[in-house]
């Protein structure tokens, strides 16, 4: 979509453009293409000179099992908590789309989740979920040792993902809801007259005109599963125990910051934004699929 | 439409119950939690009814996460980046929608790049930039020889420095510099009709009149949702005021908590941490409260 | 007060030529109407003069002055848009008094200047309202108000009237025309009504894909109308065109062998011509001359408008219309009897479709 009307002082657009244009040079593209140098060269800490080294990082990487067993965990992470926080958010839009008493007050709170930091819903989860006291402590009364994300790591995986999910629904409840809203009433009204009830509506009219979002929310969760996952992991778990839930973006973290290894960590940034990108192009065709839908 | 669907109403209303409490209960426990004491809090189950060391936690929380000044800190990082947000994407957005000029499509396309990659997965270099902003540029000077050339012609050595670790330009221009906002602007301004420009022209308006005239003005709402959502996401940033903020006195609130965490072994002081948690979680909720308009309105246009 | 002369003006968007060379004089203080059908590069050639549109060849000049690479507020012109274009966000004393504000003109003197203007139009007790809050004629107003308030030389009309209901058009077509007389200001206004054209113009410009068909007064235009096009375009309903060929002793033969007398006729036996004649113009029932060549149409349905009805038949091979006065009877059955008056025929040569002058030998 284009204006027909604009300015002819080229000049004046180009000045209005130019914060944007430093900032996105200065603090995206530079790091990015610094990153593809650091990723093909060996980085000493700090500054202090660098050897080329070719693909010889991501050799390392992809020749490292613990590399891969990070690349597993985050996508169990990714799927798990994608999908129960889709699964739950269609559940509660379809719900709260009836309209029924007090819907007005679930469409208020049911977002709420959202807006809390990653980390601070972390460590109130860390509380709730916590082995000796909180929410789930009882299931070690019934039986002791049944429950201990400290030490046992599918445990502590199952606690981000929880954490992460909760957070999430609310996230995604809001583009279903607004969605399953947009559906003209007119067609769900005709299909009343034709007789379809309601779970029939749902499932021949709303389910498939939400296919759209569903696949938006698919690529969105997947995406925020690598990157806003980082607080919840470092306040809860800490990427333990053992690196049982040593996410991707964890581990550049702490290889870069904590081992200070640049170039290990450049090389896993390349891989992880490959992988970013190709699910955000995947979304864009499907995007443009659904404009000509219409 | 008239339904009786007497069964369907009752699942309906408990299944969205049973959503309602899993939304609040953290919340509920968190308050809960923030109310006992070290006993009552380790009680397995917890007791439900409020004890009456609330004020104490929160007074501990406070002191032993020094929240006061990390407080401010995230409000004015917070702040910043919705204000930047704000400012560079209304004029880019602009720039982009009311010009034509060489290489806008590349400009467009390379704003619309920096959607794809989130701070987090290029946070090393990114590290290295905010360490000295200048790099970039010396970089560059070097490689082009101009920093030879100087050295060569005056005897100095140029060498541009400029860390921004430890400092609120740190913690906020990074943050700035992704695009989320310019395509919000983008798809509002696509929708002002061709003849208020047109209507301008003729009343003697030139482009920044225009922008700062009638565009602004009825960027309202977006400018709203814009600043809502970005205030939002600024907040909640863990990672990168992590790095940037090497000294306690430039933390935020968020990373804050990270020292209230009860040690394995030590003391398990979680009526501090929830009280600490509490205060953390406390202003974004509000702000989802009060700005829930824009909030929900900003999120679906940005996204879409 | 001044004069535009436009001179070649063309405009093509690439290579897509939309106006065709045109050349247009308008008078000082002249009302002209643009008329033509949608896509016709009507309001192209309005913008162009506004100068919201650069032209691709010729020259446009106001008030004597060439204005080709002139921004439009240094042209001294006002436009009124057809969605009326306010800002929605200012009041309707701020939209009125926009222009001044970007002149610079001081706020007291604005102020006085938005009353007086606002008390021109009945717009004094809305001038604290914003857009929103007003009706559809009311927003017409204020684009007027905002227009009118520069005191500008010339006055530019985008449709301004197409998004109102059919009475207050006629209403506001009236003041339009009252405020031009008053002003005194040159005005060109784009429509693709012909009811407004005729009742508001000094002169009509008939534009057809891009080039001017025919530059006359309403009075021309409709009398004399310079081509097939034209005279299919003015009128309600359209004229009558019949296609037929010359044929022997000035007379126009059509395809079922039906032959009409057209005195004076002196083209070669054979050409292709197209003969019209205006519903209104036939003598009809009663009212045909006895002495006159008599033809029956035979109808198909009838359309009662209250003062006249129009009957739809088939004549000489085509569908045909006459207007019929409500003082005088027929039936269906018998069909209508009616006659052609010679001084009201017009000739087109179907090739080209222009005008052909049987009118003028005759004058």
């Given at each position: 979509m284009e204006k027909r009307a604009t300015f002819g002082s080229w000049w004046i657009g180009i000045a209005f453009a130019v914060p944007q244009v430093i900032l996105i040079f200065t603090f995206f593209y530079w790091p990015a293409g610094e990153a593809i140098y650091w990723s093909l060269t060996l980085q000493q800490p700090w500054g202090g000179g660098n050897i080329w080294v070719g693909l010889d990082n991501f050799r390392q990487i992809l020749d490292d099992p613990i590399y891969w067993a990070s690349v597993l965990r985050s996508v169990v992470f990714a799927v798990a908590s994608t999908g129960l926080a889709m699964g739950g958010a269609l559940i509660l839009a379809v719900f709260v789309d009836r309209?029924?008493?007090?819907s007005r007050l679930y469409r208020v709170v049911l977002?709420?989740?959202?807006?809390?930091a990653a980390p601070a819903l972390g460590l109130a989860f860390r509380f709730l979920m916590a082995p000796e006291a909180g929410f789930l402590a009882f299931l070690n009364q019934i039986?002791?040792?049944?429950?201990?994300p400290g030490l046992n790591g599918t445990d502590a995986m199952i606690e981000i993902i929880v954490a992460f999910s909760w957070k999430y629904v609310g996230y995604d409840f809001i583009f279903f809801l607004s969605a399953l809203q947009a559906i003209p009433r007119a067609q769900i009204e005709a299909a009343a007259l034709d007789g379809a009830g309601w779970l029939r509506r749902l499932r021949d009219i709303q389910l498939p005109l939400l296919t759209p979002t569903v696949f938006f929310l698919l690529v969105i969760d997947l995406t925020e599963s690598f990157q806003d996952s980082f607080g919840i992991v470092d306040i809860m778990t800490a990427g333990g125990p053992?690196?049982?839930?040593?996410l991707m973006v964890y581990k550049i973290y702490f290889d870069g910051?904590?081992?200070?290894d640049y170039s290990g960590a450049a090389a896993q940034s390349i891989i992880l934004m490959v992988l970013i990108m190709l699910l955000t192009v995947l979304q864009f065709r499907f995007i443009e699929r659904r404009v000509h839908y219409k | 439409m008239i339904e009786r669907t007497p069964i369907l109403n009752l699942v309906t209303q408990l299944v969205l119950f049973v959503g309602l409490v899993v939304a609040l209960a953290p919340f509920v426990f968190v308050a809960i939690a923030a109310t006992h004491d070290l006993r009552d809090v380790n009680l397995?189950?917890?007791?439900?009814l409020p004890g009456h060391n609330f004020i104490d936690n929160l007074a501990t929380a406070w002191h032993r996460a020094g929240l006061g000044p990390k407080l401010v800190n995230s409000l004015i990082f917070a702040g910043g980046v919705a204000i930047g947000k704000v400012v560079v994407s209304a004029f880019t957005a602009y720039a982009i929608v009311f010009f034509r000029f060489p290489g806008r499509q590349l400009l467009f396309w390379s704003i619309f790049v920096t959607?794809?990659?989130?701070?987090e997965v290029r946070i090393v270099p990114t590290y290295a930039v905010a360490a000295n902003v200048l790099g970039p540029y010396q970089a560059i000077l070097d490689i082009t020889g101009i920093t030879s050339l100087v050295e060569a012609l005056s005897g100095i050595r140029l060498d541009l420095q400029f860390g921004l670790l430890n400092s609120y330009p740190g913690l906020i221009l990074p943050l700035v510099a992704t695009a989320t906002g310019t395509f919000l602007y983008r798809q509002f301004f696509l929708t002002l009709p061709d003849e208020l420009v047109e209507a301008a022209k003729m009343d003697g308006a030139g482009p920044i009149r225009f922008f700062f005239d009638i565009v602004l003005p009825l960027s309202r709402n977006n400018i709203a949702a814009l600043a809502t959502i970005m205030f939002l996401w600024a907040w909640n940033q863990y990672l990168w005021p992590l790095l940037v903020t090497t000294e306690p006195e430039h933390a935020t609130a968020v990373t804050a908590l990270k020292s209230l965490i009860p040690n394995e072994?030590?003391?398990?002081?979680w009526n501090v941490a929830m009280a600490g948690t509490l205060i953390v979680m406390l202003p974004t909720l509000i702000v989802v409260i009060v700005m829930q308009r824009w909030f929900v309105r900003g999120l679906i246009a940005s996204e879409k | 007060m001044a004069e535009i002369s436009l001179r070649h003006v063309a405009k093509s968007y690439g290579r897509t030529p939309?106006?065709?060379a045109i050349d247009l004089e308008v008078a000082a203080g002249e009302f002209i109407v643009i008329l033509g059908?949608?896509?016709?590069g009507k309001s192209t050639l309005l913008r162009m003069i506004a100068g919201l549109e650069a032209i691709t060849a010729g020259e446009i000049a106001i008030g004597g002055r060439v204005?080709?690479?002139?921004e439009p507020r240094e042209r001294g012109c006002a436009m009124v848009f057809q969605n009326y274009a306010?800002?929605?966000?200012?009041?309707v004393a701020d939209n009125i008094g926009y222009a001044l504000k970007v002149a610079g003109v001081a706020k007291a003197e604005r102020l006085a200047r938005i009353e007086k203007v606002a008390d021109a139009l009945g717009l004094r007790d809305l001038?604290?309202?914003?857009?929103?809050?007003?009706?559809g004629g009311q927003r017409q107003r204020v684009a007027m108000g905002r227009a009118m308030i520069r005191e500008p030389a010339v006055f530019l009309f985008?449709?301004?009237?197409?998004?109102?209901?059919a009475e207050l058009r006629v209403r506001m077509r009236v003041e339009i025309r009252k405020l031009h007389d008053r002003l005194g200001a040159t005005s060109i206004f784009v429509t693709h009504d012909q009811v407004e054209a005729m009742t508001l113009a000094d002169r009509i410009v008939v534009l057809h894909g891009g080039r001017v068909e025919q530059i006359g007064t309403p009075y021309a235009i409709y009398?004399?109308?310079?081509s097939h096009f034209v005279a299919g375009f003015i009128g309600s309903p359209a004229m009558n065109r019949l296609d037929g060929r010359v044929g022997p002793a000035a007379t126009v033969v059509f395809a079922d062998g039906t032959t009409i007398a057209v005195p004076d006729l002196d083209l070669p036996e054979g050409q292709a011509v197209t003969l019209g004649i205006r519903p209104e113009d036939l003598r009809v029932g009663?009212?045909?001359?006895?002495d006159g060549i008599r033809h029956r149409l035979a109808i198909d349905f009838v359309e009662h408008l209250g003062p006249a009805a129009l009957v739809h038949g088939r004549f000489a091979g085509h569908d045909f219309v006459a207007s019929v006065p409500r003082h005088i009877a027929f039936t269906v059955v018998e069909g209508l009897t009616f006659t052609m008056p010679v001084e009201t025929m017009h000739l087109f040569?179907?090739?080209?479709g222009r005008r052909i002058g049987i009118d003028a030998a005759r004058e």
């Open positions: 309209e029924c008493t007090g977002i709420w989740p959202y807006g809390i039986a002791p040792g049944l429950w201990d053992a690196r049982a839930t040593e910051f904590r081992g200070f | 397995v189950p917890m007791p439900l959607l794809m990659l989130p701070l072994g030590g003391i398990p002081e | 939309v106006v065709h059908p949608s896509g016709c204005v080709n690479d002139l306010l800002y929605p966000h200012m009041t001038l604290g309202r914003r857009p929103a809050q007003l009706s985008d449709e301004p009237l197409s998004n109102l209901d009398h004399q109308p310079a009663s009212e045909a001359p006895e040569d179907s090739t080209t």
